[in-house]
């Protein structure tokens, strides 16, 4: 059973990279897209990027100027980094795998994170 | 971007009758390749989404057969035959047919 999970500081000071980490167990992160997507009250989910395993990455344009996802294929992780934070980026952050069906894309979701909240405040 | 409206905001059943939530995009979700990409999760409290439906009807691994996903081009339907007491929360439609990826507002499931 792949489980994902994400780990990372809960408190983020304005200004500052918010950094967060998803670790991939019971699965390979290879051959899968791997997102970041985030959750507010206000704009409700949000898709922040993805990243495929061999290091292409797609992100929201809305976030483009501030975010990298990277991957770590040898730790079975990969990484988000979102610059110069304001109190609109709090949020629950989570990761997840892009489900695909025979090897064929499916535009879904199937392994989400438990979700971690990050809240940015000085 | 596209962006996804569904409908009711809120929707209160009893148990065992059935549901019904709407999902309409902006713009067709037809995909290039053919495929219409749209999903249906379910988020319930202090949980994150869980996939239940994908290319509008295709039921997820261990989703009940009570859920049903229908629909083409802009309008999509999700429906739940019988309710059970498990199917409270917040059902959200994604679609992945254009970057970026989209999700609607959401709809609460409760019971009356």
């Known amino acids: 059973q792949v489980q994902l999970q994400e780990s990372g500081p809960g408190l983020v000071k304005p200004s500052e990279t918010l950094s967060l980490t998803c670790t991939v167990s019971?699965?390979?992160?290879?051959?899968?897209?791997w997102s970041w997507i985030r959750q507010t009250p206000g704009k409700g989910l949000e898709w922040i990027g993805y990243i495929y395993y061999s290091g292409t990455t797609n992100y929201n344009p809305s976030l483009k100027s501030r975010v990298t996802i990277s991957v770590d294929t040898s730790e079975n992780q990969f990484s988000l980094k979102l610059s110069s934070v304001t109190a609109a980026d709090t949020a629950v952050y989570y990761c997840?795998?892009?489900?695909?069906?025979?090897?064929?894309?499916?535009?879904?979701?199937?392994?989400w994170g438990q979700g971690t909240l990050v809240t940015v405040s000085s | 971007d596209i962006v996804m409206t569904q409908t009711p905001l809120s929707s209160p059943v009893t148990l065992g009758q059935p549901a019904s939530i709407s999902c309409r995009s902006s713009q067709s979700l037809v995909h290039s390749d053919g495929n219409t990409y749209l999903s249906w999760l379910q988020q319930r409290p202090g949980q994150p989404p869980r996939l239940l439906i994908y290319?509008?009807?295709n039921r997820f691994s261990g989703v009940p057969d009570r859920f049903s996903g229908s629909g083409a081009g802009t309008d999509f339907t999700l429906k739940i035959s019988r309710v059970e007491a498990e199917d409270v929360g917040v059902y959200y439609c994604?679609?992945?047919?254009?970057?970026?990826?989209?999700f609607g507002g959401g709809t609460k499931v409760e019971i009356k």
């Open positions: 290319k509008i009807s």
């Open positions: 997840a795998r892009s489900y695909t069906n025979s090897g064929n894309y499916c535009g879904a979701f199937d392994y």
């Open positions: 019971g699965g390979s992160i290879s051959s899968y897209y």
């Open positions: 994604m679609q992945a047919t254009q970057f970026p990826l989209t």
